[in-house]
């Protein structure tokens, strides 16, 4: 199988299904970024972290491309077989960020990203991420979507705030606040 086909020369794609849409289709564009988000991810989980951590984004580049297979899907053949997101998989972003936040000082400001190379990866991610939902909510103005692709999108970049804070305590970097100039 050849990585080129030249079909999408004119700039057009097709979708899962087959269906062309312009590249610059709001779908292309939401599925497009959370590959971008899974690339970020991916640099994440290539540093020097806890294979603990390691493991956990396995899972959640797994969970992406199930997300960005549905989003790749057209629409108007409601039939094909995806994977789903399910709500097992938004529990355990969940149970992840509690298991972290026991090791957290409380936030009473907000946090400058940076510090260190990989906690500032994760905050590009979390940026990323959530530009991505963005981009799925607007496609949620013309198509439908699974509610779960939502919720667990937004749980995301939660979970990478939270590992950004936990990383910062893991590699001692420093966790600079904003202070507001009155």
């Known amino acids: 199988m050849k990585v080129y086909t030249k079909t999408g020369d004119k700039g057009e794609t097709s979708l899962f299904g087959g269906k062309r ?10 599925y497009g970024t959370s590959d971008e988000l899974n690339a970020w991810i991916g640099l994440i989980r290539s540093q020097e972290i806890k294979n603990y951590h390691i493991k956990t984004l396995v899972e959640i580049q797994d969970r992406i491309f199930t997300l960005g297979a ?3 899907a057209d629409p108007d053949k409601p039939k094909l077989k995806l994977p789903k997101i399910a709500e097992e998989d938004i529990v355990y972003l969940e149970q992840e960020m509690d298991k972290m936040d026991t090791h957290l000082p409380p936030m009473t400001k907000f946090t400058l990203p940076g510090g260190n190379d ?16 963005r981009l799925i909510i607007e496609l949620t103005q013309t198509a439908e979507v699974d509610d ?3 919720k667990y999108v937004n749980r995301l970049s939660d979970y990478l705030f939270v590992l950004s804070r936990m990383l910062t305590v ?8 904003w202070e507001a100039r009155k």
């Open 170 to 177: 893991e590699l001692n970097a420093k966790e600079e606040f």
């Open 148 to 150: 779960l692709v939502i």
């Open 118 to 133: 990989v906690v500032s990866y994760c905050h590009i991610a979390r940026t990323v991420c959530r530009r991505c939902e």
């Open 21 to 30: 849409v312009l590249k610059s289709n709001v779908r292309i564009e939401a």
């Open 70 to 72: 549905q989003l790749a």
